[in-house]
């Protein structure tokens, strides 16, 4: 069975693309879903779009029509966490979405009614086993964070939101697609796990840090996935 990996944008997508061998591509939903190899291991790459709405019906074109085995999202994310710094990772222990609000009805913020959790657990081998990697690296400075992803369909650059994602859900970082995917693929029964390479604090900087750094921070997300596909890790 085949791993799904998951970008939002083409950027977050182009390097793992490159590294399939024969790919073929079929497009369901406006989205191109590339099967092919990579080291050996058959992978479904696609591209779901960003936001909530597009990475949940990704997922499940990945469970009906693609039948994989896991789903890993990968891709950049804004920092929460007041030690990450550009360039470092975060692995998920949960997800959460923090822009649902259904408080009028007696429900925290962030949970979607009484019939799902607030948050999604990650599955904790797969995290094992990218935490293992990624730490076992020779670049001292890089951290690698085990956190909370909080998602919405928002692009976080602003102190006070930033401030409130922290003291409200104690978030690692944020991103608009990991808790979507981490939903849909709970549902489904399929094991998931998000992860982020740092583009921007989320703060009033996050308008200049994205885009010099957003290039950067994907590709590298992209060239690690495939190192981690080469040794095995997933």
Same mark, same amino acid.
């Given at each position: ?5 998951? #970008?939002?944008?083409?950027? *977050? ?7 399939m061998? =024969? +790919? ?7 989205? =191109? ?23 949940? @019906? ?16 990968? $891709?950049?994310?804004?920092?929460? =966490? +007041?030690? @990450? ?7 998920s ?5 923090? =822009? ?12 979607? $009614? /009484?019939?799902?959790?607030r ?6 081998? @797969? $995290? *094992? ?6 730490? /076992? ?13 909080? /998602? ?18 104690? #978030? ?26 740092? /583009? ?29 596909? $080469?040794?095995?890790?997933?």
């Amino acid at each position: 069975m085949a791993i799904g990996i998951v #970008g939002a944008m083409d950027v *977050e997508v182009a390097i793992i693309r490159e590294a399939m061998k =024969d +790919p073929q591509v079929t497009t369901v939903a406006g989205m =191109d879903f590339y099967s092919g190899t990579i080291a050996g291991r058959d992978v479904i790459l696609v591209k779901c779009g960003i936001g909530k709405i597009n990475a949940a @019906l990704c997922v499940q074109i990945l469970a009906d029509r693609f039948g994989v085995e896991a789903v890993i999202n990968e $891709g950049i994310a804004g920092a929460l =966490d +007041p030690e @990450l710094e550009i360039g470092d990772f975060v692995v998920s222990k949960t997800a959460i979405q923090h =822009d649902v609000d259904l408080r009028i009805f007696g429900y925290p913020l962030g949970m979607l $009614g /009484s019939n799902a959790p607030r948050e999604w657990t990650a599955d904790p081998v @797969l $995290g *094992e086993k990218i935490m293992n990697y990624l730490s /076992s690296q020779e670049d001292a400075t890089r951290k690698v964070k085990y956190g909370r992803i909080v /998602s919405g369909d928002q692009f976080i650059a602003d102190d006070e939101k930033k401030a409130f994602l922290v003291s409200e859900f104690e #978030g690692t970082c944020a991103e608009m697609e990991g808790a979507a995917i981490a939903h849909a693929a709970t549902l489904n029964k399929i094991p998931f796990v998000i992860l982020r390479a740092i /583009s921007d604090k989320a703060d009033g900087s996050g308008n200049v840090d994205y885009p010099t750094f957003e290039k950067k921070m994907a590709h590298f997300m992209g060239h690690t996935m495939v190192e981690m596909l $080469g040794k095995g890790v997933f």
